[in-house]
């Protein structure tokens, strides 16, 4: 059972253009929303995180936002760059983290 | 700082064959995990483990044994090698009272 679904699976974006990834969650436990990115042939590597009492949060060219009531969170990547293309997962966690719940992924490829 | 480490980066078994795979990390960090990635599946966590000496089981633990025996050490073991268990196998610490986990380049197993 996918209990963290992730869309699209792939993506290509022009360089420049915004990236947007779309996760949805059925665990209303959940308390905790990582972001990871993944290059070929390494680990993932955290990109970015947020908890359900924002809605919002940017690090830089990345934000997540989050809707609690939706039981939904995204991914926006502005200005998207070439270096920015890899696998992205989003994934869920509740109560300390130890059971991180991964989406399936999204491949994004960045195009000049 | 090596962070996390993954002993070997490929293997190839045959069908029955055992092998244990490591994983060390120099951070100190109480919590350790096992996931094992398959395309279109994300990562699924194998076992896991809160501190030296314990283990617990994951989402998908069956075929898969594991020891904790020093604390910088995670070590995760199959007996009888199975061709479903091909599959690319990341180890990942996180530091207690942290939400971030932090993963190793992964190892890639093939069961012939």
């Known amino acids: 059972q996918q209990q963290v679904k992730q869309s699209p699976q792939s993506l290509i974006v022009q360089k420049g253009g915004i990236s947007i990834i779309n996760c949805a969650y059925e665990n209303t436990a959940f308390d905790y929303f990582p972001w990871y990115q993944q290059f070929p042939g390494k680990g993932p590597a955290l990109l970015i995180a947020i908890r359900p009492d924002v809605s919002e949060k940017k690090e830089g060219r990345f934000t997540i936002s989050f809707n609690k009531s939706a039981k939904q969170f995204s991914l926006h990547i502005m200005d998207s760059q070439p270096g920015d293309s890899a696998t992205y997962f989003c994934?869920?966690?509740?109560?300390?983290?130890?059971?991180?719940?991964f989406g399936t992924g999204t491949q994004l490829k960045v195009e000049l | 700082n090596a962070g996390v480490t993954q002993t070997p980066k490929f293997r190839v078994l045959k069908t029955g064959q055992s092998m244990t795979l490591l994983c060390a990390q120099d951070m100190n960090h109480e919590y350790m995990y096992w996931y094992r990635q398959d395309p279109g599946m994300g990562l699924r966590l194998i076992h896991y483990s809160v501190g030296e000496g314990t283990t617990a089981k994951g989402e998908v633990p069956d075929g898969y044994n594991v020891s904790r025996l020093k604390k910088q050490n995670f070590l995760l073991g199959l007996e009888s090698a199975a061709p479903s268990q091909t599959s690319v196998y990341f180890c990942a610490s996180r530091n207690g009272g942290a939400d971030t986990q932090y993963f190793g380049p992964g190892t890639r197993l093939t069961v012939l």
């Open positions: 994934a869920a966690t509740s109560g300390g983290g130890n059971k991180l719940t």
